[in-house]
């Protein structure tokens, strides 16, 4: 009796979510993990290495989560050429994938479950504004390669989420999915993309434009499980 109590009332907080999705695309920063802490020794070591006198903090980092990597140079180093943007990013993937085998992440309460079980439902993909590499990069650390069946990053063609949304949705056969994020970015890039946001509170930004919105992951997934 509860379960159909919680589940009726979840399906109250619904606003335009007038379909049940066929697949769930998920970002990763702010949403599935947080790892926030080696990117600031990645790029702390790419700064030193390449003689900036510059430190970034976790909580300047964190603001900028989200962006494409683009639009974070030109806020953390606007005054450098776009050459000059390019070498100092290819530094911080090297200094980056020096840490991968030692890095201790934040993968969210919750997630590592609620992944294995949406995959007995759900088609599961993966899209982010990281590097090429980023996302498998998680993949590989939480061991969940097999659940996800497609993934796009914005390394790999240097191409907007909304772009990219519909490049899976298209190679995927994708009928009616979802995007699962956590900022103000990702619910606009899902709107452009025509595809429906669910909004996780718990991550690195805010926004009220939403169809759907969780406090944890747990949430998350006993939702969509008894959709």
């Known amino acids: 009796m509860l379960s159909f109590i919680v589940v009726y009332l979840w399906r109250k907080k619904l606003k335009n979510l007038s379909f049940r999705p066929d697949s769930l695309i998920l970002d990763m920063d702010g949403t599935l993990w947080d790892n926030v802490h080696t990117y600031v020794l990645a790029w702390n070591a790419a700064f030193e290495q390449l003689g900036y006198p510059v430190i970034v903090t976790r909580e300047r980092l964190m603001g900028l989560m989200g962006k494409e990597i683009s639009q974070l140079l030109n806020i953390l180093m606007p005054n450098l050429s776009i050459k000059d943007q390019d070498i100092l990013f290819d530094n911080i993937v090297v200094q980056y994938n020096k840490l991968v085998a030692t890095m201790e992440a934040n993968v969210y309460p919750g997630v590592l479950d609620g992944l294995n079980k949406l995959h007995s439902k759900y088609k599961l993909l993966l899209l982010s504004n990281c590097e090429e590499g980023g996302l498998v990069n998680f993949m590989n650390y939480t061991k969940t390669t097999s659940l996800f069946i497609d993934?796009?990053?914005?390394?790999?063609?240097?191409?907007?989420?909304?772009?990219?949304?519909?490049?899976?949705?298209?190679?995927?056969?994708?009928e009616n999915p979802v995007y699962i994020g956590d900022t103000e970015g990702d619910s606009r890039e899902s709107a452009l993309a025509g595809v429906p946001f669910i909004f996780v509170t718990y991550g690195f930004g805010d926004t009220d434009k939403y169809d759907l919105q969780f406090n944890s992951f747990e949430e998350l997934t006993d939702y969509f499980m008894h959709l």
């Open 151 to 174: 993934y796009m990053e914005h390394g790999q063609n240097n191409m907007p989420k909304s772009h990219n949304l519909n490049l899976l949705k298209k190679r995927n056969n994708l």
